[in-house]
T-cell receptor
Framework: EAGVTQFPSHSVIEKGQTVTLRCDPI?????LYWYRRVMGKEIKFLLH????????ESGMPNNRFLAERTGGTYSTLKVQPAELEDSGVYFC??????????FGPGTRLTVL | GIQVEQSPPDLILQEGANSTLRCNFS?????LQWFHQNPWGQLINLFY???GTKQNGRLSATTVATERYSLLYISSSQTTDSGVYFC????????????FGAGTRLAVHP
């Protein structure tokens, strides 16, 4: 069984540009989560999808971040326009029902 | 919101030594997970343990939910155990988001 996959593994962009991160959850997992770890800080929750619906988006930092999960399969997280403080590692996780969450390898985002 | 505290923040061991990592949380939880972040940054699931005791090889974990703590035991440590160990919980009564502790950074020397 394939794990959670994320693309790209690394992204380097300039301030003001747009970046889109993709996450493919484990097949059959209706729950999909985004987290991030910015430099020197803890891993923080961003949002939670159940199928294609946003269950909880309380962790989204501001309206420059847009997450979608069309069709309830893969998800994208777009940052537009990117700021310096958005640099960090963005993790995606998925779970079956409300159980154990399994994480992808992360996308390391650097905003210059 | 719920607070998750891990101790110690840093730990240095000689290969073969045993260790105990602790995770305290400030409120009741539905779920608790332990992760190992390897040198490549990947979060590897160790245990899904909202209560009770589980063992997997040289690692074992115990969660005492009524007293709001969990322990991760590493026996006969190996250099490959190095990395950061995270505890994460999902608070009771809310959605399923994980709240992470700051982690314990473990270095095992040969």
């Amino acid at each position: 069984e394939a794990g959670v996959t994320q693309f790209p593994s690394h992204s380097v962009i300039e301030k003001g540009q747009t970046v889109t991160l993709r996450c493919d959850p484990i097949s059959g997992h209706d729950n999909l989560y985004w987290y991030r770890r910015v430099m020197g800080k803890e891993i923080k929750f961003l949002l939670h999808f159940v199928k294609e619906s946003k269950q909880d988006e309380s962790g989204m930092p501001n309206n420059r971040f847009l997450a979608e999960r069309t069709g309830g399969t893969y998800s994208t997280l777009k940052v537009q326009p990117a700021e310096l403080e958005d640099s960090g590692v963005y993790f995606c996780a998925s779970s079956h029902s409300t159980g154990e969450q399994f994480f992808g390898p992360g996308t390391r985002l650097t905003v210059l | 919101g719920i607070q998750v505290e891990q101790s110690p923040p840093d730990l240095i061991l000689q290969e073969g030594a045993n260790s105990t990592l602790r995770c305290n949380f400030s409120d009741s939880v539905n779920n608790l997970q332990w992760f190992h972040q390897n040198p490549w940054g990947q979060l590897i699931n160790l245990f899904y343990i909202p209560s009770g005791t589980k063992q997997n090889g040289r690692l074992s974990a115990t969660t005492v939910a009524t007293e709001r703590y969990s322990l991760l035991y590493i026996s006969s440590s190996q250099t490959t155990d190095s990395g950061v160990y995270f505890c994460a919980v999902t608070p009771s009564g809310g959605y399923n988001k994980l709240i992470f502790g700051a982690g314990t950074r473990l270095a095992v020397h040969p």
